[in-house]
């Protein structure tokens, strides 16, 4: 699922070398520089919800009692280019992108061209290919609905091999009377793992007893009614386990006839039916804005256990799951209102970040850290501090640690969507060792960004940007050393 709702910076390199149209491919360009971040800056970005607003304020309750400014006399990093590419024009935003690191150590990122797949495979020095996911016997997803919108929301690749490539696509028909189809699952089939089609009960209106009765399942001794809202696909490529988040709408029948409603969260680890809720709140009424558990993301141990995060009425939940796909302990629930999270590791720990909503239009980050090992979830979110001034909204946080052992936190600075892309570099406790690095330039509006550590010790940073005509998908490899 994609969360719907970068200050500029004077560089001190060429970059116009290496710029071209869309649809061009670049050749790799090599290019030291330090970029140091400009102090001037966009603020007028605007929040994705209306709920953003009503959570002003909330971030710092969330927060560690860390200091919110870094040192004044930090050095910004000295980055080399290794190599930057503009692949394609027409990347979807909704889609987003979706990255897995292959066993070669080459990057595998899935986006969408409008509603078709895609997977660009990319490794050192901006060598790869775009390749198209297999779509075998998938008549759904081939044929646009009639009478209906699709919302393609995310590619997640699964297998890559040679120019065969294989994902689970996520996506949803809305049509005028309301009906919807929602479906997570193989791109290559129709048989998918989660599929809902038909009208949510909150707008099935004036339903008679009978028409009711219809909508409810019996299992076992209880009548129950189900239905999915959103759904959202992962893989480990390494094992090839694939499973699926999701949130919905259960009611259940008691035995004075009243209904018993709850908004869940369920993960989907295997057949159609193998659906676990892992979350759940009661409502006392179902309305069109009943709070669903969006956004969800998580992350696979090496035990095959899971971390597990979602926004949730203005609140970032966060758990574990056993490698049973069974929850472990509780979950720690974080107040205010937060964009996508993004969950990565960092060696034996496993790093959640976000950002929180501070006012109208403007971000600041946080993050979590939490050992796979005891798997005990702190208290408080700590902030995130990337420079010495904080004066710009930052948002869409992708924490990466790269060959060397160094952290680095990509981020948005500036309006959300149309901001600058940095790179800064922290220690353990998310705090600055030096000033941030730019990966894009002034005349650059990127939207989102993924990191991905490359063997040679640089960072992959894949990124969609608002091009001069369709948003384009960019690739750029830095090599990077933080002055001491």
Known sequence: MVDAGVAPARNTCPMGLVRLTALLLLGTTVCCCSRPKSGNGQQSAQANSSAASSVIGSAAAVASSAPSVAPKDLEPPVCKIQSKKVWTAGASKLAGLTEAILPDGRAAVGFAVGNMPSVLVVGADAQGALLKVSLGQSKRLVTQPKGGTRYLYRVTPVKVQGDSVSAFVDYEDKYKDKRRTVVCGP???DATRVLFDGIHYADQKDLTPEQQSKLFKVEGTTAIYSEVHTCRSFAHV???ETWILGSGLQGKKQPDGTIKWNTTFFVNAGSPSNDKHIHTTE?????????????PVSYR??????????RHANHLIVGFLDSSKSVRGEFASYAGFPTLPDIAPDGDDVVLSTSFAKGRGDFGL?????????????KQLRIVVTDQEQKESETDPAFVRDAKGQHWMAHIEGERGKGQLSLSPLNSEFRAIGRSYTVTEENEQATVARVIPMRDKGIMVVFLRNGEKSTELVSEEVHCEVKK
Request: net charge neutral.
């Open 187 to 189: 791109s290559d089939t």
């Open 301 to 310: 141990a090496k035990d095959g256990s899971l971390l597990v995060a979602a």
């Open 366 to 378: 946080r993050a979590l850290r939490v050992s796979s090992k005891d798997q005990k979830l702190p």
């Open 238 to 240: 390494e094992t090839g």
């Open 283 to 295: 409502l006392k009424t179902v309305t069109t804005n009943t709070p669903d558990y969006e956004v």
